[in-house]
């Protein structure tokens, strides 16, 4: 594995620090299925 290209790609996926606003994504639909479990 190269570690170096990798380091650099997930370094490219980081968001800079004014770019960081959270309160504007609670509108955003969450596209991950419900975490919790279930009763049996």
Do not use: G, H, Y
């Amino acid at each position: 594995m190269d570690e170096a290209a990798i380091r650099r790609d997930l370094d490219a996926c980081l968001v800079n620090a004014p770019a960081f606003a959270p309160e504007l994504w609670t509108s955003m639909p969450d596209p991950f299925p419900s975490w919790t479990k279930k009763a049996a």
